[in-house]
């Protein structure tokens, strides 16, 4: 307590304050304009005292962290105490996703906002049961409609709790598609389909019956 | 549901009822119409199935259940067949063999543009996988502030609609009554390669000396043989006998 | 704490992280019993992290405070902050309920007042995160204990806040169970929910076979 800050005590806290208070009565990422209605602060402002919290909040000092994340700031446990904070909570985690879910994520968020049917086609196998899942666990989300099908389908897209769950800042915080894949790989798959003449599970003839 | 507290015991697989979105009586019914081809096996959800099954007939003590353990592998039995036949139906190309030519099926190139993006949806599945669980030890600040009363609203119809999604689902199964699993799919794998080394085997060889469990894993293991190109099953028939050839 | 700390990022955080972790995540004071039995630090360990972080988390310099309040130490706003506080709980929008909170819901509405243990009988899943989620958040309450059962677990029920948020004056205003699901799925889940509790510890004697 070098700095003397009687204005605090007064009702006048500083920026940085004003933000860590919000923050730690949201358990959810709270966005800047919502930060800046409520605080009353200048954007200039609060965007430093943010910066100055990230610094206090950081990964390598702290057992809270400030997380960017979902379009918005956030308090968090850091990672590093997860033993202590599940041992405090005794409880179990939520189950982790199947891979069929990963799958349907990956879909909708590189394909997306995609149809059921359009997600059913890019993997090749009914996945109704993983949507709904999803839509259960608020990490998909029926986003409108597509006009140009018959019956209009609901579009699924991806929703905030996702991109929480994936500590992404926002849908474009992902690598593309393009980064993920090795290029080498798809022109094996590419020479295999061309070169391939025998199927590798015979498949039985039910023509007749 | 049969689950009148008489006789919960010694019952065999055909008192066995099912409740299923698809499907609703006896399960050998099921069977019957899958057969006929007129349910579509991924109509079927094979993990809820299961779940009824375990439901309807719950681990009893040693000596207290009669005829438990015939009927539980019976209907491990039919359940890895269909479990087979799902495989069969959701497999990229076997869909399109069925009652049409083999060469009718997509164009070479729409297959590998559909092969292709599935690669790429499987690779960024992986991606998200990885970032998924490097954040799933973030845990959020509870000292949230209630939202003022009024402002959250929940939904009657919601609440109805997830009683009855929440009522309808059963138990995780559990696998206790299986005894300790003492065979692992590895294994299988190992065996039946060995096996094909000298040429095409029937399925029913294979498991002849084997016990219950240990044939279900072998049936394991042979699909995910085949799913990796390791080798053929041929099945002229659903339920017919099954053979296994190495790879062409 | 100016030391630097580059274990925490290798999972070793030191005292005063492991506190701060567990403190954001428990909305009621910690003792500091339940504090050491959470870290595994040695008490003296413990009480020097926690006078570091009083002065951190001091009322004269930061919007969050260190309170060592009824028998515990709690994390909570700087009420030189309150102004901005309160402005934000008025514009917060309420976070969405998931599909598995309205389950868990449904299930303490219908059957309750339940377990722990019946909540995750009737919905065949594992609920404890959503369970902690809605008391967090005042949803649903522990109404006594159940004496019948080993160790007289706590029974939930639904809160007014409940209510409020259904448009309900009562329990009764909502549907009857009878009208969702029918009368021998609902038995079923009662015979679900009644035998969860009990555990398999021991055969009926005598029973049926």
Redesign the interface.
Known sequence: MSVRRDNLEQGTPDAAALIEAVLLVSPRPVTLPALLSATALPESEARAALEALGARYSSESSGIVLREVAGGYQLATNPSCEAAVERFREEARPAPLSGAAHEVLSCVLYLGPLTRAGVNAARGVNSDAVVRNLLDRNLLIEAGRDQTKPGAPALLDVTEDFLLAAGARSRDDFPALAEIVDEAEISRVRERVSGAAERPVEAPHGGDG | ?N?E?????GRTLASFTIELDVYSGPYEGLLALILK?ELEI??V?LRELV?LYR?ANP???PG??PGALERDTDFVDSATSLILLKG?A?????AE???ED?EEGPS?ED??E????????????????E??????????????????????????N???????????????PGVGHLGTVTVTVGELVALIRSALVRGPVSFEDLVRDMDRLRSAVAFAAALSL?AQ?RL???????FGPLTLEP??
């Open positions: 549901m689950t507290k008489g006789e919960p015991k081809d991924f109509e959800p779940s439901n681990p009893a003590p207290e259940a069969r959701l497999a990229p190309y076997s063999a069925e009652g083999a070479p297959l590998e559909r092969l292709v993006t599935y690669l790429k949806i499987k690779r960024g599945a992986e991606a998200l996988r970032r998924i669980s490097g954040n799933a030890a973030y845990y959020p600040s509870v000292h949230a502030l209630h939202p003022r009363p009024g402002r959250l609203r929940i939904s009657p919601r609440l109805a609609t997830a009683a009855r999604r929440a009522f309808l689902r059963t138990a995780e085949a190109g053929t099953l041929t099945q002229p028939e659903p790879p062409k």
